[in-house]
């Protein structure tokens, strides 16, 4: 349920799916991630503005037999809108990185993330707004010396007053 | 799938030319030494323009290059060497972190006018840019100046080894790719790996090419096949006939086949420690514990080795080595008896390669006064007696390392003249179940 915070702001919570192609070093890996999105965006009454927070995972398992990936982030970032449909946004935060072999070996990094949406919003129902959209992240992990490039589409689902 | 050569986004490099940089705009901007260059058709060689060069550096430099090159079937691009002129002008002007060096592709940082293991890095710089684990390990393995002993630790730590990365490690494990896959798969895995400490994502890629898990692998590193460095050992061979041949220790070296077991005696009118090393599988940590004292006016090694080619290296200063080989297979003390070797006036140095250091070897030194005993290998055992031992027990009056060293692990042998009986082997306590090469030098005490 959207939920007002005081003078004119608005929460909307919102879920969706995620499905990204892996390109550059980090391809050598896998060629692919999806995954699942929640998110909250606070608005303010009548401002094409917005702050959110976005947590991603995608799992992986076509990295060898018996091997799987995970791949997590938390971000934070700002949503704009360009009249009732476009919306673009940039996010930054942090990431985790899961990796497990199978009985051999399970390693988490951690890193720092940086990604950009644009996405087309519209009604899908009463107090029920879906976006679909593209978008562009890049990881990098401590432990690495390259970055992790994913571009990828999204539809999310979020909740309006 | 994997590419064949994935884009690197940035180098490990990178890293050190940050710290560097942020070094060089709080304590004043370095510079390159640049005020004289030598160029040769593989290498630009830049120097501080009061520096004296020696001119046989560029042929060292493509020699070296050649024998790499030749040996991986890389084709290294052309390299640039800036030689600082010491450590000092090395750490105030380079872009390296705290080291002796530093290589940034096809450019090398060193104060040390060939450094081998960075020449490594920069000869593979266009093969790829692996784990941090393959690149170290690489650089430590492909070594015909200066072997390194590798050693594949607790195979169980294997992920901490990699993440670290430990050079000795790295080494074993370059040890086995080639051995399990040759020159030519190595370097296709060199280009292939990504550049990570990451123990998952490096041993993910790992058994994917190798098809061997890596914690398997860890284990089978404890195997002495993989414990040292390698050299294919095209350098010119000491002429057979004993003349000397000059050259400057850790910057060159010279190479000596032994048709069987036998006595090799290395003469170096520069008084300095040479040794031999197994080219195959230089099991020789190096003579790290010997300490920094002016040279004798000539020293000779005498070295039980098996058959096979070996390297002949300095420890320091320039060199000038005969060599005289003498077919035998018995090292007992009686046979040693029986040849003595004249050891008066000068530094003498008992040896055995790692393939026959297991056994006991005896020499017989004819000595005409107190000596200073320098254990040169990892924990070689070692005896000096005034007579053959008999075997009803210990002879009266033998030395040996464990009861007698200081702890800068040497001894000062009383007064002695006439024959003493040296033996060195391994010491198979210290490092089980690895053969090494064992060595003792007896100087002449001031």
């Known amino acids: 349920m959207p939920t007002a915070t005081g003078a004119g702001w608005r929460v909307e919570p919102s879920a969706g799916a995620l499905a990204d192609a892996v390109f550059g070093n980090a391809g050598a890996l896998t060629q692919w991630a999806a995954g699942a999105q929640l998110g909250a965006t606070a608005r303010r009454e009548g401002s094409p503005w917005g702050l959110r927070l976005r947590l991603d995972i995608e799992p992986v398992t076509d990295v060898g037999p018996g091997a799987s990936l995970a791949l997590a982030s938390a971000r934070l970032g700002v949503e704009r809108a360009w009249g009732s449909h476009l919306v673009g946004a940039v996010d930054a935060g942090g990431a985790a990185r899961r990796l497990s072999i199978s009985d051999e070996l399970t390693h988490t990094a951690i890193g720092i993330e940086a990604s950009v949406e644009l996405g087309w919003r519209f009604v899908v129902a009463r107090r029920c707004v879906a976006t679909v959209g593209v978008r562009y992240a890049e990881t990098w992990f401590v432990s690495d010396f390259f970055f992790w490039k994913r571009a990828g589409a999204l539809l999310s689902v979020a909740l309006t007053r | ?446």
């Open chain 2, 1 to 446: 799938m994997i590419p064949l050569e994935p884009t690197r986004a940035f180098s490990p490099w990178t890293f050190s030319v940050l710290v560097g940089v942020l070094a060089a705009l709080l304590g004043g901007c370095g510079d390159l030494p640049d005020g004289q260059q030598l160029e040769s058709p593989h290498f630009r060689y830049h120097a501080r323009a009061d520096a004296v060069l020696d001119p046989g550096i560029m042929e060292r430099l493509e020699r070296h290059r050649t024998e790499i090159d030749t040996f991986y079937g890389v084709e290294s691009g052309p390299i640039d060497y800036y030689l600082y002129r010491d450590r000092d002008d090395f750490t105030a002007s380079s872009p390296c972190p705290p080291s002796s060096g530093c290589t940034n592709g096809r450019s090398v940082y060193a104060y040390a006018p060939l450094f081998e293991h960075e020449l490594v890095h920069a000869l593979f710089a266009d093969a790829g840019e692996p784990a941090l684990v393959v690149q170290e390990g690489l650089a430590q393995y492909a070594a015909c100046i200066q072997p390194e002993l590798g050693g594949g630790g607790v195979p169980e730590q294997w992920p901490g080894n990699v993440e670290g990365p430990d050079y000795a490690f790295g080494e074993s494990l370059v040890s086995w790719m080639l051995t399990t896959g040759g020159p030519t798969r190595f370097v296709r895995f060199y280009g292939d790996s990504l550049t990570t400490r990451d123990p998952a994502v490096f041993a993910l890629q790992f058994e994917r090419f190798w098809g061997h898990r890596l914690a398997d692998v860890a284990g089978e590193l404890q195997d002495a096949r993989f414990a040292g460095s390698s050299c294919p050992c095209t350098a010119p061979a000491l002429p057979a006939d004993g003349s000397a041949v000059s050259f400057t220790a850790r910057q060159d070296y010279r190479t000596v086949d032994v048709a069987q077991e036998s006595r090799l005696e290395l003469r170096n009118g520069g008084g300095q420690l040479v040794y031999p090393y197994a080219c195959a599988n230089a099991l020789v940590d190096g003579p790290y514990y010997l300490p920094d004292r002016p040279p004798s006016s000539g020293s000779l090694t005498v070295a039980h080795v098996g058959a096979g080619r070996y390297g002949v290296i300095g420890f320091s200063g320039t060199v000038s080595i005969g060599q005289k080989q003498t077919a035998q297979s018995d090292w007992s003390c009686e046979a040693a008896a029986a040849n003595p070797i004249d050891a008066r006036g000068r530094d003498v140095t008992a040896w055995a390669t790692a393939d026959v250091a297991s056994g006991q070897t005896w020499m017989a030194l004819r000595l005409e006064g107190p000596r200073t005993i320098d254990m040169l290998t990892a924990e070689t055992a070692y005896e000096v007696c005034p007579a053959c031992p008999t075997r009803a027990g210990p002879t009266v009056g033998c030395v040996d390392f464990a009861s007698t060293a200081t702890s800068d692990n040497y001894i000062v042998t009383p007064p002695a003249s006439g024959i003493v009986f040296v033996s060195v082997r391994m010491n198979p306590s210290y490092f089980d179940p690895l053969p090494l090469s064992a060595g003792v030098r007896l100087r002449v005490s001031p």
